[in-house]
Structures are given as structure tokens and as C-alpha cells.
């Protein structure tokens, strides 16, 4: 919209554009530039408003100043999308005087009439009066509404958009501190505040591409630009979080925020491509890495047990091949349970083909520890047998040790074993008993000893 209101019917174009002074029969403009250029690039003019001699009037408590057109200019007022620019021609020191004043520093606007003149006042909210006189033909009341509602609504919009910047600026603090739901609350509020602006900026103008709608767009895309790290910083703590389960072998755990975080990256991704942020290939990048870790991260729990089941069968020593075993079942069990429940097969292994490999590994640990408590028993009815009661008690603890172990294997994995390990425990306690009743004697074997050993004196040579 442009409406202009000159004293001698000069087009819109020519006091935007023109310049120069006038002579007896034609009316001048401004000296230095045109007023087209003292707009800013996107800057609108809703009025404009010119006289020739009386220029702009500042008033304040320091005194007031005039500043009129020099010979053949004029003053214009421009009404525009952003503020009441002031400009006359010739008026200052060394050429054309200007003056703007914002929206949001006005805080009064009225007409004044007379027999010869109209005018508009403007109050700014430091105390200082500009007045702009018109002859009485000139319309100046729809100049002066439009400046009034603008004024109402670019400071209660800029008052919306200073607490949403406020926000946003703990959201940035939040960030930092890891907090996210800080974070996201910050973010939540800042958007309630734009809201408020949104719903008062059609109070001016309906038109988005007006400076007031322009200044609520920066605020917006910072708003979605926060929204979006949010995001990306939600999606780093899922990773990092996730790492932790899979070094715990917490798989399912892992898997879950692995998928988290690509949520996360996804709806940052979201954003970025809405609004075209320059970030949306690095995020891209993150989101695919994540579903590459993901796909090792499948393959993890049997690639674990399979590689703790070569290292069991890398070793002769029976103990550690026990071990080995023990810790490669346990992997395979861990893979084999994975899955269920779940209608998504997302870890790598048959369900039959685990099985199978568990029960394999069950029965070489049973055997393995029934070979070790074998061992052990039979060390220690060697050490009964020579008087070493105490060394024979050891050996068979150990036996039974071992016996328990397979037993705690064979009670889940191969039932079938049970009775006969359990006859073997209780075997074992038995030749205890024993060897402690020899200790209790205090029976000690010490071989053949020469006469006149001190140990014989005494005793009969029958």
C-alpha cells in the first residue's frame, strides 16, 4: 500500500525518486539522494507526506529545532513498513537532514488541525516531539492510524520476541550443560511467545512479506535452528549412551537407543531440509553412520561367542578351556535370547543353529569338569592313601568344586546328567569325611626311619 499526500499532487514515483531543486513554476525534491535510497533494501512505504517550507520540528526538554527545506526542496515524511522517516531537503549542515524513528520508540501519535494547516505529531518514548506540518487539504489521518497501530503492535511484537530470544538463549545454555529437557522446555516457551507475536502481527498488516512479519520469520528460523540442535544434541547422548550398553553387552539396551538416536537425527534432519539449514548434510552423515553401527552392532553377540568359543579350543590346560567355555555359553545364550519376543529379527543367528551350539558347549563343559573333579579326586586318594589327610581334603573340595560347577551347567542345559553329577558331589562329601576323621586321629605317615632315630626310642623291636 502507498498513499501519498503532497501539498502540490507530485506522484508517488517522483518523491521517491527524485531530486534536484525546483525553480518559480516547479516544486524541487530532495538535494543529496533520492528518498528511494534512504529506505532500506526491503523497507515498504505504506504514506508519504511533503511540504515546502515548514519542514520537521523537534521538541523536547532541551529545547526545540526546527529544520526546514533549503530553496527549492522539500520535507517528506515516509510512513513505511518499519518506521516514520523524516527527510528534508537542503535541511541540514552540509545537505539533506534525516531522522528516523522506529515503531517501537513511539509512543504517542496525534493530528492537529487548523485554519491553515493540518500536521502530525509524534512523541518518542525518551520525551521528544516531532512535528510535521500539512496544509489543511491533506488528509492525515490514515497516515497517522497506520502509525499509531504500527507503533501498538511492532512493540508488543518486539516485546514477544525479546522473551522468545531470551529463551532461546537458555536453550543454547542448556545445550552445553547436556540438559534437554531444559532445553526443550526453553524451546517450548520461546515458541508460545512467537505465537503471541504471530497472532498479533495481523493487526498491522496480513501481508508476510511486511518488516514486522519479516522480524518474526528471523525469530521463527532461529527458533527451528535450536529445535534442531536440540535434536542432533539428544541424538549424540543416545549414541553415547548406546556405546556404553554394547561395551556392557547390554544388546538390547544398545539397539534401542542406537534407534533413538537416529530418531533423533531424523527429526533434526526434518528440520534442516524445511528450512534449508546448511547443517542438513552433516546431519545426514551422523543418521547413516548410526544405521552403519547399527548393522555391526546386529552381528556383535554371535561374532563374540564365536570368537570366545575358538579362543576355549585354542588351549590345552583343561581349567582355562573350562572357563573359556563357560564364558563362550554365555554368549551364545546371550545371542540366542535376543530375539525373542520380538517380531523384528534384528541380531544376526539361526534360533535353531544357537541351540544347537549351546548344547554342544553345555556338554564339553560338563565333560571338562568332570575331567578336572576327576583329577582332583584321584589326588586326593593319593594323598590319603600317604597319610596326608589334610592335602587329600583340599584335592577333593577341589574335585567337588568342579562337580558343582558342571552341575550349575547340566541343572539348566542337560538335565539328563544331573543324577549322576549329584552322585559324584555326594561321593566326593563322603571321602571328605573320611579324610577328615584321618586328620582327627592326628595319624601322620614319615616313612622309614634308622634305628637309633630319637623318633624310636622306646618302642619295642617286636
Not at 208 to 233: F, G, N, Q, Y
Not at 394 to 416: F, T
Request: net charge negative; hydrophobic share 35%.
Amino acid at each position: 500500500m502507498l498513499a501519498s499526500q503532497d501539498e502540490n499532487a507530485i506522484d508517488d514515483e517522483e518523491l521517491l525518486t527524485g531530486t534536484g531543486s525546483g525553480g518559480v513554476f516547479a516544486s524541487g525534491y530532495l538535494r543529496d539522494r533520492p528518498l528511494i535510497e534512504y529506505l532500506g533494501e526491503s523497507e515498504r512505504v505504506a504514506f508519504l507526506l511533503s511540504n515546502e517550507k515548514k519542514g520537521v520540528r523537534r521538541e523536547a526538554d532541551d529545547g526545540a529545532t526546527a529544520y526546514t527545506p533549503g530553496d527549492g526542496y522539500r520535507a517528506i515524511l515516509a510512513v513505511t513498513d518499519t518506521r516514520v522517516l523524516f527527510v528534508v531537503g537542503d535541511g541540514g549542515a552540509d545537505g539533506d537532514k534525516s531522522v528516523a524513528v522506529p515503531y517501537t520508540e513511539i509512543e504517542d501519535v496525534k493530528t492537529r488541525g487548523g485554519m491553515l494547516r493540518n500536521g502530525l505529531d509524534v512523541w518518542t518514548t525518551e520525551g521528544v516531539r516531532w512535528r510535521f506540518a500539512l496544509r489543511r487539504s491533506v488528509d492525515v489521518e490514515p497516515a497517522a492510524e497506520y502509525v499509531e497501530r504500527a507503533a501498538v503492535v511492532w512493540s508488543r511484537v518486539e516485546s514477544q520476541l525479546s522473551h522468545a530470544n531470551r529463551h532461546l538463549a537458555d536453550v543454547a545454555s542448556h545445550l552445553e550443560e547436556r540438559d534437554h529437557e531444559a532445553a526443550r522446555d526453553a524451546a517450548g516457551t520461546a515458541r508460545d511467545h512467537l505465537e503471541v507475536a504471530q497472532r498479533k502481527a495481523p493487526e498491522l498488516t496480513t501481508d508476510r512479506t511486511d518488516a514486522v512479519w519479516e522480524r518474526i520469520h528471523r525469530a521463527e528460523r532461529r527458533l527451528d535452528a535450536a529445535v534442531m540442535d536440540v535434536h542432533v544434541s539428544r541424538a549424540e547422548a543416545h549414541e553415547t549412551t548406546a556405546s556404553d550398553h554394547w561395551r556392557q553387552e547390554r544388546y538390547d539396551d544398545a539397539y534401542e537407543t542406537y534407534l533413538q538416536a537416529r530418531s533423533q537425527y531424523e527429526r533434526a534432519l526434518d528440520v534442516a531440509r524445511e528450512h534449508d539449514f546448511p547443517e542438513q548434510t552433516e546431519i545426514r552423515e551422523s543418521a547413516d553412520a548410526v544405521t552403519r553401527t547399527l548393522d555391526r552392532l546386529s552381528k556383535s553377540p554371535l561374532g563374540r561367542a564365536e570368537t570366545a568359543y575358538e579362543r576355549a579350543r585354542e588351549v590345552d590346560d583343561p581349567k582355562v578351556t573350562a572357563e573359556r567355555l563357560e564364558r563362550a555359553l554365555e554368549r551364545y545364550q546371550t545371542a540366542l535370547v535376543l530375539d525373542w519376543g520380538s517380531d523384528d529379527s534384528r541380531f544376526a543367528g539361526d534360533s535353531d543353529e544357537l541351540r544347537e551350539r549351546v548344547e554342544t558347549i553345555a556338554g564339553q563343559v560338563v565333560t571338562t569338569r568332570r575331567s578336572l573333579a576327576d583329577r582332583h579326586r584321584v589326588a586326593g586318594d593319593h594323598c590319603l592313601a600317604t597319610n596326608r589327610p589334610d592335602a587329600a581334603i583340599a584335592a577333593y573340595e577341589d574335585a567337588r568344586a568342579e562337580i558343582e560347577a558342571a552341575l550349575a551347567v547340566a541343572s539348566e542345559l542337560k538335565p539328563g546328567l544331573t543324577p549322576e553329577l549329584e552322585a559324584a558331589r555326594d561321593a566326593l562329601g563322603d571321602r571328605i569325611e573320611a579324610a577328615e576323621s584321618a586328620a582327627a586321629d592326628g595319624f601322620e605317615f614319615v616313612g622309614d626311619m634308622s634305628d637309633g632315630d630319637r623318633r624310636t626310642r622306646g618302642l619295642s623291636n617286636d
